[in-house]
């Protein structure tokens, strides 16, 4: 009777060893983990009494107070006038005509190009070593206009365009492994 005691103990434990391991059974016997379903959760903005007791609500149609046309918004960022600087308080319009925002420079763009153009000589051991490869000349430049006299030439003398002196682009044979590196 003992020995019979002892196998069944150690049937049930291995049989809730087994069912342990199911996702249903750990489930109804509570241990499994229930996370809250997202779509239930809903937060929600606490109750407070407005802070104006004497606004109405809009007219029907009337454009609201509080947003701009954006039309006028772009015409007033892109052109300035008065209210760019004057939108604000008077302190930061204070503020921009003490940095200068009004006396910009209007060659500052050909400067910086110039202070690049100066920089771009200079290179490092770095920078030697990543493009070890000397820039590709750029090619012909193609004159717009003869090009198109030519074309119309070929045209009234019923000449296929390719006639005459052609611009051709002519790219130099690359080695076996030079597109990989």
Known sequence: MRGSRVRALITV??????????EQTKR???????PPDEFQVVSRAPL????????RPPQP???RPQ???????AQTILFGGASASASGSPG???LLAAAGVDQADPAVRQRLNEENALLA??????????????PSEPGVVVDAEAEA????????IGAPPTAGETPIIEEREKALLEGIF
């Open 92 to 94: 930061l319009a204070e």
């Open 121 to 134: 000589g200079d290179r490092s051991f770095t920078e030697r070593l990543v493009f070890w490869r000397e």
């Open 13 to 22: 434990a291995f049989a809730l060893a087994l069912l342990a391991g199911c």
């Open 48 to 55: 407070s009494v407005p802070p104006d007791f004497g606004l």
């Open 61 to 63: 149609g009337a454009p």
């Open 28 to 34: 109804s016997l509570g241990l499994g983990k229930q």
């Open 67 to 73: 947003e701009a046309v954006p039309r006028d918004q």
């Open 149 to 156: 006299q030519r074309l119309n030439e070929n045209a009234a």
